[in-house]
């Protein structure tokens, strides 16, 4: 598949059907060293989505997608290869690994559900955000590092505090470099940020990653922003949760859950 070559560095760079190469702009929070696992989130979807379009009788919608991260993610170029697990054509289940040197990172699993005009029923209690240009601009960059971060537009409430916090997320940092991708994986590749902006503890001196992510739709979000809506707690025993309520511009579009392990970071010897 061919990409042009003089559109703006994206957060990867494909080498062929399946080897993806990151960018600077790739790089993690916790380690510059290694990807930050939002903007791979967004490329794991956007496989899946090829993967998907390839069946002619196309009318399904992903409605969920999980991520089980296995081990290091190390900033080098990585494989993707997506498979169907159910197929059908009212619902529908593929799965995607990621392969980097030659171990398994990420294991996600997609249902794509089959679309239907429920317009005249669609309501939620969820109240819609205020829109991006009424949030202060957040200085995230100033709590974390690395090049994913810095390439981040951030809104958040002034009123936002250790655990609980709502931001609006954007960048001008496209997916893959030369490459369209649909607003649904431009969307899912700010989602994983959710960890960072609602912090229970500075990371000076707290670990907390996430090993997971999975978020479920009820539907397709569309425009330039990523909204989250996030409560960070931390258990008694080494383990947290975020949770985000997810909105783009027109309202709530769905849910995101993160399992954390918590830990001190360690001294330096």
Known sequence: MSTDTTAPAGFFERIDEYRFKPTQHAQGAWNAEDHHFSPLAGLIAHAIECHSAQRPDRGLALGRIS?????????????????????????????????????????????????????????????????????????????????????????????????????WISTHVPLLTGEPVSPTASFLALVDTANGIAVQQEPTGWMFPNLDLTVHLHRRPEGDWTGLDTTATFGPSGQGLTSSVLHDVLGPVGQAEQILTVRPVPPVS
């Not at 991260?69 to 990621?98: D, F, K």
């Not at 249902?111 to 309501?123: C, E, G, H, I, K």
């Not at 991006?132 to 981040?152: A, D, I, K, N, Q």
Request: aromatic share 6%; with cysteine; charged share 25%.
């Open 67 to 167: 991520y089980d991260i296995l081990g290091r993610l190390a900033l080098e170029e990585c494989e993707i290869n997506v498979r169907t697990l159910r197929p059908g054509r009212t619902i529908e289940l593929l799965e995607a690994v990621v392969t980097i040197a030659e171990r398994p990172v990420v294991r996600a699993r997609a249902w794509f559900l089959a679309t239907a005009d429920t317009s005249t029923v669609a309501r939620s209690p969820v109240r819609p955000l205020a829109s991006p240009e009424s949030f202060p601009t957040w200085p995230m960059h100033e709590l974390w590092t690395g090049g994913y971060v810095s390439s981040l537009d951030v809104r958040r409430n002034a009123s936002a505090q250790a655990g609980r916090a709502t931001a």
